[in-house]
């Protein structure tokens, strides 16, 4: 499935007060069937606003309220450090993560997918500008990268059985979906399903994870 992911323009507003602590609450993966999303990724900051304006899932296997996210995780690591180097003639995606194959303090995001030309580009120093990189444009976002990950959510059907969604709203779960602050909406690029002993599962990126942020 092509995934887009877009994080809630209140999740920094939740996190400067103090409302998640996500290696120790509990980080949720709702399943949608429908969601107009509208104004809502930067209006609401809490789960109700997310559920007025779409439908859970209610499929084979699903329970209601989602999956628990397990081994949660919070890293950093320095920009000089990241794994990824950016590398000649690749093709890359919007969200990639790269570094310059000798370290300059910064790394870059994709903002315009694409494949890099046959050469080292010349990258920006400045943090905010952008670049390009043959048909790819890279913006300098920082001298390091927390990286928030965890585990797969899944949800496994019954045989006979189907479930369908078309969004993954991910969530701390406070049990009142008024005080439930949201973190990232996956849009799946349409409905996806999965039936009869089949596992629908969100595969978070293996470099990085369900959530980037960058330090300058």
Not at 36 to 56: H, I, K, M, P
Not at 68 to 93: D, G, I
Not at 120 to 125: D, K, L, S, W
Not at 185 to 202: E, I, K, P, R
Request: a negative charge; one cysteine or more; proline letters at 3%.
């Amino acid at each position: 499935m092509a995934v887009t992911a877009y994080v809630y323009g209140q999740l920094n507003k939740s996190l400067m007060s103090g409302l998640i602590n996500f290696t120790s609450d509990t980080i949720k993966a709702m399943l949608l069937s429908a969601y107009t999303v509208g104004t809502t990724l930067d209006s609401a900051q809490f789960l109700n606003t997310v559920t007025a304006a779409g439908t859970e899932a209610t499929g084979s296997g699903y329970t209601a309220g989602g999956a628990t996210l397990a081994s949660k995780t919070v890293t950093y690591t320095a920009a000089n450090s990241w794994t990824t180097q950016r590398a000649n003639s690749t093709a890359y995606t919007v969200g990639d993560v790269v570094r310059p194959a000798t370290g300059n303090g910064l790394v870059y995001r994709c903002v315009v997918a694409g494949t890099t030309g046959g050469s080292i580009p010349t990258y920006t120093t400045v943090v905010g500008d952008d670049f390009t990189d043959g048909g790819v444009t890279w913006v300098a976002e920082g001298s390091g990268v927390l990286v928030v990950d965890a585990a797969d959510p899944s949800w496994t059907t019954i045989n006979p059985g189907t479930l369908a969604g078309s969004h993954v709203v991910f969530y701390k779960d406070t049990g009142t979906p008024a005080t439930s602050p949201v973190i990232v909406l996956w849009d799946l690029g349409g409905t996806q399903t999965a039936s009869n002993g089949g596992t629908f599962t969100a595969t978070l990126d293996s470099t990085e994870g369900l959530l980037t942020m960058f330090t300058s």
